[in-house]
């Protein structure tokens, strides 16, 4: 509590508004990513296992790239607005401001902690706004890092770090803020949720679930293959977007088994088991978590490569490929995360569309296919978070597009300019000069009949006519 207290007095001091000092903070941010970017690669090594070029390309070169623009973009993004209205309210010089929201809480998830933590917070200082940030237990020391360099390169009176479990997280949960930001899954989303309900406090949540991936007959199998095959292997499997399963017909199932065997013996020779390019899983309930889910499928497994070999010792799980699997199988249970890959044969278009419908909006829906009928109708009868044809992952590398989930993968948006917009209040305000006085006599009571037609005028305007088909 004497944390939040301090950085909301630092708010109300006001010294978080001036353009100057937030550019100074994020250049800072982007200067303690660029010049600590071995020791972040070291932390997220030790707790991931992560490939040191994954860490740097997805997360250090991510912070600094963004944090960058941020910086070179905040002036624009920060103007006050004057919204075109009709010429009789020009006088009252309607005007929207960009008001920064307060003091906000930030928890961040293990998977892609450096990036995570720093995307919402890159908004936060772009807007203005005082911040803590709640890293994730599961990366020790990822965040005993950013514990002993956020007060060395950012002003400790406004970003502080909060270490801990779901003690701290409790705490923190217990008192009132202007904002949350929550990065994770829906269940403890939902705990969130009830704690920010309390205090009527708005959230970001980006959350996840089973990102599906329809294959048309028609497309190129080994394309799509290695396509996907890039996207599930990205962190083991462990983000948010990963593909998490494949929609395909029937007649195509071998054929894109033997693209992704084709794609698997090109990205791993000897295999991803110890490949130094491969990460690991991030502990061994998610380890035996997905051990389980692997052991319990009904589906058949692909032999010849993608087999899923496995090392407990090391929490490494190979890619897996598992073809033929049913409605109600292990491993349509819950959200993979990991670098499980089932096959879901179907017949037609219209059924991978009945199935994706049938359970929870995904964070992400990928669609590999050329026809633009196609395309239309999975855009028109399928709810998402985003949509992204015929590549996978690749949509994070666009940084004027909103990142978002829907339902049950959560609401809110961040990116860029959408991030700064998060965590910024748009505070309408308009100044009624003396003179307008005579045109707002006929407002006050009594009203005579002059004065009740010209108040009451937008009741008896025409509405032009239309018809269901726009003929």
């Known amino acids: 509590e004497q944390i939040r207290d301090t950085l909301r007095a630092t708010f109300k001091s006001g010294v978080t508004r001036p353009l100057a000092w937030r550019k100074h903070q994020l250049y800072q941010l982007a200067r303690m990513a660029q010049n600590e970017a071995e020791a972040f690669c070291e932390a997220i090594g030790k707790d991931l296992s992560k490939p ?25 993004w920060a103007k006050t607005e004057y919204p075109e209205v009709p010429d009789w309210q020009k006088g009252w010089k309607p005007t929207l401001l960009k008001a920064p929201k307060g003091t906000v809480l930030i928890i961040s998830p293990w998977n892609y902690p450096m990036i995570l933590t720093f995307q919402p917070l890159i908004g936060a200082i772009a807007a203005g706004c005082c911040a803590v940030l709640k890293p994730s237990e599961a990366v020790p020391h990822f965040s005993q890092l950013i514990a002993e360099l956020v007060p060395k390169y950012l002003d400790p009176s406004a970003y502080h770090v909060v270490n801990g479990a779901v003690a701290e997280a409790t705490k923190l949960l217990e008192l009132q803020w202007d904002h949350i930001f929550y990065t994770g899954n829906g269940k403890v989303a939902r705990i969130i949720s009830a704690a920010a309900a309390k205090h009527l406090t ?106 899923g070999r496995r090392d407990a010792s090391r929490k490494r799980i190979e890619p897996t490929l598992v073809k033929g699997v049913a409605d109600g199988d292990s491993l349509l249970e819950e959200e993979l995360f990991g670098p499980v890959l089932p096959i879901v044969p179907i017949d037609n278009l219209d059924e991978a569309i009945a199935f994706i419908n049938a359970r929870p909006h995904p964070l992400v829906l990928y669609a590999f296919t050329e026809d633009p009928i196609a395309k239309q109708r999975i855009i028109d009868e399928t709810q998402s978070g985003g949509i ?38 748009l505070r309408s305000s308009i100044d009624m000069p003396k003179e307008a006085e005579p045109f707002l006599q006929m407002r006050y009571p009594p009203h005579g009949p002059e004065a009740v037609q010209a108040l009451t005028g937008g009741v008896y305007q025409s509405i032009p006519p239309s018809s269901p088909t726009g003929k």
Not at 60 to 66: E, F, K, L, P, S
Not at 295 to 303: A, C, I
Not at 390 to 403: G, H, I, K, S, Y
């Open 202 to 307: 708005p959230l970001t949540l980006e959350l996840g679930g089973k990102s599906p991936v329809i294959v048309d007959s028609a497309y190129d199998m080994e394309l799509a293959a290695k396509r996907i095959l890039w996207g599930k292997c990205n962190n083991s499997g462990q983000i948010c977007i990963a593909p998490d399963y494949i929609l395909v017909p029937w007649n195509k199932q071998e054929e894109l088994v033997q693209g992704f065997e084709k794609a698997y013996k090109t990205f791993f020779p000897n295999g991803a088991l110890d490949a130094s390019h491969y990460g690991s899983i991030v502990n061994d309930m998610h380890f035996n978590r997905l051990s389980s889910l692997l052991d319990r499928t009904k589906g058949e497994k692909v032999t010849q490569a993608m087999q």
């Open 388 to 425: 992204v044809f015929n590549d996978t992952f690749q949509q994070l590398a666009v940084d004027e597009l909103p990142f978002a989930g829907v339902g049950e993968s959560g609401h809110g948006y961040q990116v860029m300019k959408y991030t700064f917009e998060t965590f910024t209040q």
């Open 52 to 76: 040191r070029t994954e860490v740097l390309m997805a997360e250090v070169g991510a912070v600094i790239d963004r944090t960058i623009k941020s910086a070179q973009q905040v002036d624009e």
